[in-house]
T-cell receptor, first 110, second 115 residues
Framework: SQQGEEDPQALSIQEGENATMNCSYK?????LQWYRQNSGRGLVHLIL?????REKHSGRLRVTLDTSKKSSSLLITASRAADTASYFC??????????FGSGTRLQVQP | EAGVAQSPRYKIIEKRQSVAFWCNPI?????LYWYQQILGQGPKLLIQ????????DSQLPKDRFSAERLKGVDSTLKIQPAKLEDSAVYLC?????????????FGPGTRLTVT
C-alpha cells in the first residue's frame, strides 16, 4: 500500500486563488518531499521538509509538517494556469527509496 | 547540466513480447532508480542501484523483469514476457545520495502499451 495518501484527489480553482493539498502517511519519516508532474512528463522536485522542521517556504510554495499527526500540507499561493499538474508527496523513511502517494490533480482555470 | 535521459519515449508491444528501456542518469549521480507509474497512481519503486550494485529490488517482479547498471552509469530495464498489466509509464530517476536527505531527478519516462 502507498505510504502517503493525498487529499483531495482532484482540485479545480480559478487563477489567483490559493490551492491547498494534504498528505497523510503511516510510519516515521526522515523527510517528506513534494513533486509536481505535468501531463506526460517526469516528476519535478518542489520542496523537501525534514522531520524536525514544521514549516518551509519556497517562492509561492508553503509546506507544513505535523509529525504527531503524520500529515503534511502543500499550499500554492496566487495560483497560475501553469500550476496545472499532478502533485505528489513522497516519504523517506530511511529504509528504502521514496514512497509516493497517489497524487492530487490540480486544475487552475485561467 | 543535462537531465536524466530515457529512451524510447513510447513503445507499443503485444503481450508475451519483450521490451527494453534505457536510462542515462545525471553525470556523477551514484544512485539510480526505476519506477513504474500506472495511470492515475503515484510512482512505485521497482529497483534501486547504488553505483552498479542493487540496493533494493524487493518490488521487482523478477520472473519477468530484470535490470542492470553496468559500470555504474547507464541502466537498462527489461520485461520478458510482457503482460497487459505492465502497461504503464516507466520512470528513471537519479540522485547524489549524499547524507540522509536527497531529492531525485526524474527523466521524461517511457510510456509502454501492451496490447
Amino acid at each position: 500500500s502507498q505510504q502517503g495518501e493525498e487529499d483531495p484527489q482532484a482540485l479545480s480553482i480559478q487563477e489567483g486563488e490559493n490551492a491547498t493539498m494534504n498528505c497523510s502517511y503511516k510510519t516515521s519519516i526522515n523527510n517528506l518531499q513534494w513533486y509536481r508532474q505535468n501531463s506526460g512528463r517526469g516528476l519535478v522536485h518542489l520542496i523537501l521538509i525534514r522531520s524536525n522542521e514544521r514549516e518551509k517556504h519556497s517562492g509561492r510554495l508553503r509546506v507544513t509538517l505535523d509529525t504527531s499527526k503524520k500529515s503534511s500540507s502543500l499550499l500554492i499561493t496566487a495560483s497560475r494556469a501553469a500550476d496545472t499538474a499532478s502533485y505528489f508527496c513522497a516519504t523517506d523513511t530511511g529504509r528504502r527509496a521514496l514512497t509516493f502517494g497517489s497524487g492530487t490533480r490540480l486544475q487552475v482555470q485561467p | 547540466e543535462a537531465g536524466v535521459a530515457q529512451s524510447p519515449r513510447y513503445k507499443i508491444i503485444e503481450k508475451r513480447q519483450s521490451v527494453a528501456f534505457w536510462c542515462n542518469p545525471i553525470s556523477g549521480h551514484a544512485t539510480l532508480y526505476w519506477y513504474q507509474q500506472i495511470l492515475g497512481q503515484g510512482p512505485k519503486l521497482l529497483i534501486q542501484f547504488q553505483n552498479n550494485g542493487v540496493v533494493d529490488d524487493s518490488q521487482l517482479p523478477k520472473d519477468r523483469f530484470s535490470a542492470e547498471r553496468l559500470k555504474g552509469v547507464d541502466s537498462t530495464l527489461k520485461i520478458q514476457p510482457a503482460k497487459l498489466e505492465d502497461s504503464a509509464v516507466y520512470l528513471c530517476a537519479s540522485s547524489t545520495h549524499r547524507g540522509r536527505a536527497y531529492e531525485q531527478y526524474f527523466g521524461p519516462g517511457t510510456r509502454l502499451t501492451v496490447t
